[in-house]
């Protein structure tokens, strides 16, 4: 089993529209849970932390649920621009300086 | 806003050769780490360091591989003889408090 699962997608949706990705994770002892995005052939870059209480940074909303072993993320009224790849990273456990586990990404393409 | 910085941004070499990927971290942040990702493929992580020495390492990192901080700003990842298998985009990634990480633009190595 892959230590961290997406579908890969492609989600395509029209601009406006909602969408959602879910991630599940292998390892039960992973504490620190976050969402990156990555443009084509560009880093990855942090989207946002997810806790275990939920976030919500503007359109997007990342939850977890630690019974289950996923982590989700919600995206409103989709723009053009949003449309790259999703990454979900976990690490295995609270001690600072943990490498970071990527998921194989979810592409979503946002058209006009 | 304070970036990653990465040198150069596309090495070629030759199979065998050694080649010294350069990072410049955040200035303020005291964990630093390599990733690299094969075309198409999730991103890995490499290694983590912190207070001068390795803190952790993944199967890939053998012994071709090392890293240093040779001054106060440089974080390099040298490849003592590179293999076809080695290209891939190297990401140099920093981190303040050792939970999120923000990582530089990249340095794509080609093998011939």
């Known amino acids: 089993r892959k230590e961290v699962e997406q579908d890969p997608g492609p989600f395509n949706v029209p601009e406006g529209a909602t969408v959602a990705f879910n991630c599940t994770y292998s390892?039960?002892?992973?504490?620190?849970f976050f969402w990156y995005r990555q443009d084509c052939r560009k880093e990855p870059k942090l989207l946002m932390s997810?806790?275990?209480s939920g976030n919500e940074d503007g359109r997007f909303t990342a939850q977890l649920n630690r019974a289950s072993q996923y982590i989700s993320l919600l995206i409103r009224d989709s723009k053009l621009s949003d449309s790259a790849t999703y990454l979900c990273?976990?690490?295995?456990?609270?001690?600072?300086?943990?490498?970071?586990?990527f998921g194989g990404g979810t592409r979503l393409m946002v058209k006009p | 806003e304070p970036e990653v910085t990465q040198t150069p941004s596309h090495q070629v070499t030759q199979m065998g050769q050694e080649v010294i990927l350069r990072c410049v971290p955040i200035?303020?942040?005291?964990?630093f780490y390599w990733y690299r990702q094969i075309l198409g493929q999730k991103v890995e992580f490499l290694v983590s360091?912190?207070?001068?020495?390795?803190?952790?390492k993944s199967e890939i990192f053998d012994d071709q591989f090392s890293v240093e901080r040779p001054d106060g700003s440089n974080f390099t990842l040298k490849i003592r003889s590179t293999k076809l298998e080695d290209s891939a985009m190297y990401f140099c990634?920093?981190?303040?408090?050792?939970?999120?990480?923000?990582f530089g633009p990249g340095t794509r190595l080609t093998v011939l």
């Open positions: 990634a920093s981190s303040e408090a050792g939970t999120e990480q923000f």
């Open positions: 390892n039960s002892a992973s504490q620190s």
């Open positions: 997810v806790y275990s």
């Open positions: 990273v976990v690490t295995p456990d609270n001690n600072a300086g943990n490498m970071l586990t």
């Open positions: 200035s303020n942040h005291l964990y």
């Open positions: 360091f912190y207070n001068n020495e390795i803190s952790e």
